[in-house]
C-alpha cells in the first residue's frame, strides 16, 4: 500500500544563517548528522551522504547520531543536532504542531533542505499459521473478531510508519493500536528488519512496516508460508489514498 504524502520530505537544517555559504565555499564542514537508525538503509544512505561531503569539502568532520525520522527532527529543532535525513511529511507536520510524540510546535525551528523520493510502500504481512487459526482474510476480519495478535510494528517515533500509515488503517476500521493489548496481544516495536525478523523467527504474527517493491526478504517470508497479499479493502484504500497520496 502505497502512502506518498508519507514521505514527501526528506530533510531539515538549522544551521544558523551565519554558517551558510555559497557554491564557491571550499571550507570544511563541521555537522552531525541524525535520523537514521543503528541499522539499516537510512544509516547507509546518511553515510553515503557524509562520504559526499567529506570528500568535496576536505577536512570535513561529518558524524553520524543514531536516531529515529521523529527523534531526527527533535534533535536537530532542539540544537542536538544539525541536519536529519530521514523525516517525512508526517514528521514534518506534526513537529510544526506539536501533535504526539512530540510534546511542544518546533514550528520555525528547522527548515526544508531537500526531497529524496516522493513515496513509500506500507507493507502489511501476516503469516498463514496465525490467519487460518483465526479465520483472517482482511482487516474487517480483524476489527469483528478482535483476535490475540504479537504485532510487529514500529516505534511511536517513527511516524511515518505508525501514526502515518499503519495507525490511520486501524482508525478506519474502528479500531487503534491501544486494542491490541486489550484483545492480549503484544507488540515487537523496531524498524522493519527488527519486525520482519520476528516474522521469520515465529515471534511475531503480523507485520506493518515501510519496505521497497521487491524486496527479497518479504519474498522469502511468501515462500516460507506468510501471506503478504493486500487485505486491505477497496473502499478503506481509496479513503486512505485520498487522505495520503500525491501520485
Known sequence: MRFATIALALGACVLPATALG???DKNPVTATVTGATPSG????????????????YPGSAVSFKPNSPGGGVLAIGTGQAD???TATGTEVKLANEGGAPFKEPLKGK????????????????????????????????IA????????AINRPDN???TIGGPYEVMKAHGFSITDIEKWGGSYVLGNSQIGLDAITDGKA???MNARNLG???VKDIARMGGDTSQFVSKKVYERLKGKFAKK
Open 22 to 24: 555559497d557554491f564557491n
Open 41 to 56: 538503509y537510512p544509516r547507509t544512505m546518511v553515510e553515503g551522504l557524509n562520504a559526499v561531503v567529506r570528500d568535496a
Open 83 to 85: 541536519f536529519t535525513a
Open 110 to 141: 528547522f527548515s526544508y533542505v531537500m526531497q529524496l523520493y516522493d513515496n513509500q510502500f506500507i507493507h502489511f504481512l501476516m503469516t498463514r499459521e496465525w490467519a487460518d487459526a483465526n479465520g483472517i482474510k482482511s482487516w474487517a476480519d
Open 144 to 151: 469483528a473478531k478482535k483476535p490475540k495478535m504479537r504485532l
Open 159 to 161: 511516524p511515518q510508519t
Open 205 to 207: 504474527d503480523l507485520f
Open 215 to 217: 524486496d527479497s526478504l
